[in-house]
């Protein structure tokens, strides 16, 4: 048993309560904030020695001296004559401990005197009742790091019920741009949650939304780790390398050419995947990127009844020139000017209960959509999408949507979190657990400002989606300026270095100073964490993620420029068949559009067809060489009777 280093101490201006003591140590002793220590009571209660398990949470050192004045008249106003003083003055180190846990825990009574022990690695289990569901037969914890004082490593587990549902869900990341290492967290996260995660609760997958810089495009690829990393994987009992299934996703840019993210390298396109999509898929959040002033009931209506009755069915009226089978923008927009020529003729104001003026405005917000949204939503309404339904276990799905307009990051986010969550009320996503991580949650989520789709979005997988598997990690700068039942609802919550302005808001108020100071000077790897089974918050470290960094990433696989569309066209089909060359491309679409090649690509691209050059060459139409038309054949020239001088 380690030795004492410290006592409990009360006095009538500070007593110790039941859920706060102080004690006493030697001046040399390895407590700061955030150590955790064990009480040993003198006294036994219902035949019972109390064990009390503490945090200390503020420290404060002092002598024996009433005024500075009489340090500065004892060393005659000289700070340099202090070593020759016949005796050091008593310095006394006094710190106070917050109430971890309590055993017994009946009766609830205040904290007794006697003696104080740095905890041990089973007594910060006891202390953090991570006891309970690391129990044989449990078998729930996560390892999220590393607890260290005085020489005690402990590593730290979140229980899975209470980070993954049903118990409790979700997980907020909070700290400064660039120091608070939320990404990194997440990443280190997702990888413990991948091992450590138990096969009898089913499988896993996560969509990670990047949504600024290249963060997230090179978690399929190896990252440099340090020694003392590597250690801490090995007490983690995690593999130090990347993700081994990691799928992208990103739109074409404006242009079509090339894919519109970070990743577009042409060594990184193996695993990345057009995300385009038609008119049926769009409409069906249309009011994302609709303005609520503009566009009234009567708008609402007329796209309700194209929903419903004009798109993926034969639809016609007496009135309509011809049958209209409406499936892409293109269609649409001719079956709106097939109906508009036909009011103008029977000089209506009105068709169906829908005003002209009505149909007009919604017809020019609709078409208008696939150009605000260029190289995501198709005219053609070509399909290519996530692999709803198929979710393979362990794996990350990366959505880059950094480069993107705002209008099409939220369309993005919309269709995408709906659809999951569809398909996990049918429970036939393909995983049973699905974590969504999204970055910059005082832009997605603000606790002020419109009510937008996307943040009703975030507020319903808060609230309803650990009864689905569905997980938010969220993460921000300001956690006071998102809204608050998205951090209220997450059962998690993890702090990285913080602004001191943050830390004045009164969210942190339920802090000490101490806390709140050391929070404001935390190192890079190094977390406060708040979880349902821990009663105050506690400070852990965690390895460096064993992925590449999106700074050395970009520098490795610089971000290919514009080219031409035979070479955008090669790069895309190259890692389907190496046999690919730029002539035979050449060849191939000399005679057809740039909207023909770039959908002949799109359809070989969602195929992967085994053999892509015959697939690529049958998506064009066949060009009919021109032929002269022959020539009639010219007839004999008859000769003159010689007895006929008029040629009868």
């Known amino acids: 048993m ?18 706060e003591f102080h004690f006493w140590t030697a001046i ?23 064990h009390i398990y ?12 009433q005024t500075p004045m009489h340090d500065v008249m004892g060393h005659d106003g000289s700070p340099t004559t202090a070593g020759f003083a016949a005796t050091e003055r008593a310095e006394i180190r006094l710190y106070t401990a917050a109430v971890l846990r309590q055993i017994p825990e009946e009766p609830l009574q205040p904290v007794p005197m006697g003696q104080v022990y740095l905890a041990e690695e089973a007594d910060v289990q006891v202390a953090l009742r991570m006891d309970s569901y690391l129990r044989e037969g449990a078998n729930t914890g996560i390892p999220i790091g590393v607890y260290r004082a005085g020489g005690t490593d402990a590593v ?55 949504v600024k810089g290249p963060d997230l495009c090179y978690l399929d690829q190896p990252g440099k780790i340090e020694q003392s990393d590597e250690a801490l994987y090995e007490k983690l009992g995690v593999e130090p390398k990347p993700f081994e299934s990691v799928e992208y996703y990103a739109p074409y840019t404006a242009k079509g050419h090339a ?71 293109a269609d649409l927009d ?18 169906r209960t829908h005003h002209v003026a009505t149909i007009r405005k919604v017809r020019n917000r609709l078409s208008n959509i696939s150009t605000r949204c260029a190289g995501l939503v198709t005219d053609s309404g070509t399909v290519s999408d996530l692999p709803f339904g198929s979710f393979a276990d362990r794996t990350v799905y990366v959505v880059d949507v950094a480069n993107l307009e705002e209008d099409a990051q939220d369309l993005i986010f919309a269709r995408i979190v709906s659809k999951l969550r ?13 974590v969504v991580f999204v970055d910059e949650l005082n832009k997605y989520a603000p606790g002020d400002g419109a009510d937008t789709y996307v943040r009703k979005m975030l507020l319903d997988i808060a609230e309803r989606g650990r009864y689905l598997g569905l997980v938010l990690f969220g993460a921000q700068q300001f956690r006071s300026q ?114 023909e090649v770039i959908r002949a690509r799109n359809a070989t691209l969602l195929a992967r067809p085994e053999n892509v050059k015959a697939y690529f060459a049958s998506q064009f139409r066949k060009a009919i060489p021109t032929q002269a038309a022959p020539r009639p054949m010219a007839g004999s020239i008859r000769s003159v009777p010689e007895n006929d001088p008029y040629g009868f």
């Not at 049926?280 to 209506?301: G, M, P, T």
């Not at 001719?334 to 068709?351: C, I, P, T």
């Open 156 to 210: 730290i587990y979140l229980d899975a019920d209470f980070l993954l549902g049903p118990e409790a869900a979700h997980l907020n990341i909070t700290g400064v741009s660039g120091l608070a290492t939320k990404t990194s967290a997440v990443e280190w996260l997702l990888a413990s949650l991948f091992k450590h995660f138990p096969d009898e609760k089913g499988s896993i997958a996560a969509v990670c939304f990047n």
């Open 334 to 351: 001719a079956w709106f000017r097939d109906v508009l020529q036909g009011m103008e003729k029977k000089d209506g104001e009105s068709w």
């Open 54 to 65: 503490g945090i200390v949470v503020e420290g404060f050192s002092y002598t024996d001296l």
């Open 422 to 434: 569809e398909h996990l009320e049918r429970r036939d996503l393909g995983v049973k657990h699905l």
């Open 482 to 595: 998102v809204h608050r039942r998205v951090v209220g609802n997450s059962g998690t919550g993890l702090f990285g270095r913080m602004d001191p302005d943050e830390l004045a808001t009164p969210g942190y108020a339920v802090l000490s100073p101490a806390t709140r100071t050391k929070l404001a000077t935390l190192e890079k790897g190094q977390l406060m964490i708040r979880h349902p089974h821990f009663t105050q918050p506690i400070f852990v470290r965690f390895p460096r993620p064993a992925v590449m960094q999106g700074r050395e990433g970009s520098e490795r696989y610089p971000q290919a420029g514009e080219v031409s569309l035979e070479a955008a066209v090669l790069r895309a089909l190259r890692p389907l068949d190496s046999t690919i060359t730029l002539p035979w491309i050449q060849e191939i679409t000399a005679l057809y559009t740039e909207e």
């Open 259 to 329: 894919l519109n993210t970070f990743r577009n390298n042409e060594a990184l396109l193996d695993n990345v995947t057009p995300l385009t999509w038609g008119l049926r898929e769009v409409l069906q959040f249309a009011e994302v990127l609709l303005n609520k002033d503009d566009v009234d009931a009567k708008a609402d209506a007329l796209i309700d009844f194209i929903t419903m009755n004009v798109v993926d069915k034969e639809f016609t009226d007496p009135m309509l020139q011809k049958k209209h089978t409406v499936q892409s923008f």
């Open 2 to 19: 380690s030795e004492a280093l410290g006592r409990v101490v009360a006095t009538e201006r500070k007593p110790n309560t039941p859920h």
């Open 28 to 50: 040399d002793s390895p407590v700061g904030i955030g150590t955790i220590v064990r009480v040993d009571g003198a006294q036994p209660v219902d035949g019972h020695i109390p």
